[in-house]
Structures are given as structure tokens and as C-alpha cells.
């Protein structure tokens, strides 16, 4: 059974005044529209622990709240992993409709756990956003009595609306 409890650990360690570790993107901000409608989708939740060769995948349809599909000014994913325990870094994979939009490295957790939130501007993929596809996302992980970190990982999707009372938006960057 899979199971995505993000925050359970943290909830623990906070409970017992431990320090848990925020790690922080070291990059700009995407350009996103100022102003605009902002529409967020989940895509996938997901706590890997003995994950080799069991990626979690996701049939994606196009949101049809956010404006006419593949309208958007610009698109984002947000990925939020907590984890804590002793554990190795993990390569983490994330490809939509076979084609790979994210390659990414795990920090590894500490004792009384780890919170990091990366965010990546997938404007450039809209065409591929626009029709029905397949999620996949690949974090191989392996639990031991020593490596004992597990990865709760969450995707999300935001588009974003350049239109707000019918007149174009100014542009953040």
C-alpha cells in the first residue's frame, strides 16, 4: 500500500523539539505572470521507501478550470519531499508523455528530518500539457534497519492565466 505522509515526521520531530533541516532552492524564481490566475493540480503523492523498479505512475487530462487547455501564459511544477532517518541520496526521474522534464538529486535527511521545495518552469513543455499523458515518476529507494529515511514526495502542477478583465498581465521575472 502506498502511503503519503509528508508531514508525519516532521510533526514528531517538532513534537520533541528537534531541528528540522529546510533546505532551500538555489535559483531564481520562474518568470510567472503578475497577476494573473494561478490554477494548481496535484499530480502525484507518494512516500518511496522500497521503491526499486516501482516508479509511481500517473495518468494526467488536461485541467479545464485554468482557461483553454495549453492557453497558458506559463507552467510550473513544484516538488515537496520530507523525509527523515539516515538514508543516501536518490536520483529522482520525472518524465510526462516519455519524455524527461526533471532530473534531480534527493539532500540527504537527517535524524529529525528534512523539508525541501523545488520549483522548475515547464512553459517550454504546454504542447505536452495539452493532451491526456502518463506521469512517471522513478525515486528508487531501498529501506534497511540502518537506512531507515523514506522519501514522501509530492507533485504539483500550476498554470497560470496572463488574462485578468479581459486585458493581458504584466509579466514577474
Known sequence: MKVFVPLAGLLLAVLSNAQV????????????PDGGQK???MI??????NSYGDPEIVEYTPPTDCGAVGSW???TLNFTVTSNGTQYDRLGIFTFQNTEIWRTSTPEPTEDGIIWT???????YIPLFEKPGTFILELDNIV?????GQYASAYTL??????VRGIPCCWTI
Open 21 to 32: 533541516l529546510v533546505d532551500f532552492q538555489v535559483a531564481e524564481p520562474p518568470p510567472v
Open 39 to 41: 490554477c494548481t493540480m
Open 44 to 49: 502525484l503523492e507518494r512516500t518511496f521507501g
Open 73 to 75: 501564459a506559463a507552467v
Open 118 to 124: 523545488y520549483t522548475k518552469d515547464v512553459t517550454r
Open 144 to 148: 534497511t534497519s540502518t537506512l531507515t
Open 158 to 163: 500550476c498554470n497560470f492565466l496572463c488574462i
